[in-house]
T-cell receptor
């Protein structure tokens, strides 16, 4: 059972480039979300999805797009990378009830130069 | 949203119990109390959660104050592998499972 899989693990981008961070889960979870973690700080929510075809913005959505065409996948797109987007990105998935746990991927470390 | 307050850091000796406190004085009646931890260079990992009663699982125990304004995560016998940042998070009932992370408590375990 793979859980939540993120690819790539590391990425270096030049300012202005675009890219997609991949996230896949094999637990048939309804909810998926993306967080970013800057050095020495807690995670901040970027976007989340409550099911296929449904997405919404979190605390820090600017500069990022998401879509959810399948239950399993929730890609995060950086439209035009900026140095301020240098961070570690985590994807998470869970069932819908609030009394259940969330599962996190191992993260993608992104550097924008 | 209700917020949590945790000490920035704590130290413990290996094989001794650790009590990690969390204050949440503005908690509402339907907020669940979740704990996650993050080991170095890894994603957060679920530890335990509760609503009103104390909870035990294979990783830890969660003691919830009677007025629910504070809680304590208890690691019964700390190991070096327990060195991590521990986050206390309130999850409103009916929310879209969004987790609001604070800065957490950095636990150092001394050999």
């Amino acid at each position: 059972n793979a859980g939540v899989t993120q690819t790539p693990k590391f990425q270096v981008l030049k300012t202005g480039q675009s890219m997609t961070l991949q996230c896949a889960q094999d637990m048939n979870h309804e909810y998926m979300s993306w967080y970013r973690q800057d050095p020495g700080m807690g995670l901040r929510l970027i976007h989340y999805s409550v099911g296929a075809g449904i997405t919404d913005q979190g605390e820090v959505p600017n500069g990022y797009n998401v879509s959810r065409s399948t239950t399993e996948d929730f890609p995060l797109r950086l439209l035009s990378a900026a140095p301020s987007q240098t961070s570690v990105y985590f994807c998470a998935s869970s069932w819908g009830q609030t009394n259940t746990e969330a599962f996190f991927g191992q993260g993608t470390r992104l550097t924008v130069v | 949203d209700a917020k949590t307050t945790q000490p920035n850091s704590m130290e413990s000796n290996e094989e001794e119990p650790v009590h990690l406190p969390c204050n949440h004085s503005t908690i509402s009646g339907t907020d669940y109390i979740h704990w996650y931890r993050q080991l170095p260079s890894q994603g957060p990992e679920y530890v335990i959660h509760g609503l009103t009663s104390n909870v035990n699982n294979r990783m830890a125990s969660l003691a919830i104050a009677e007025d629910r304004k504070s809680s304590t995560l208890i690691l019964h016998r700390a190991t070096l592998r327990d060195a991590a940042v521990y986050y206390c998070i309130l999850v409103p009932s009916g929310s879209a499972r969004q987790l609001t992370f604070g800065s957490g408590t950095q636990l150092t375990v001394l050999p």
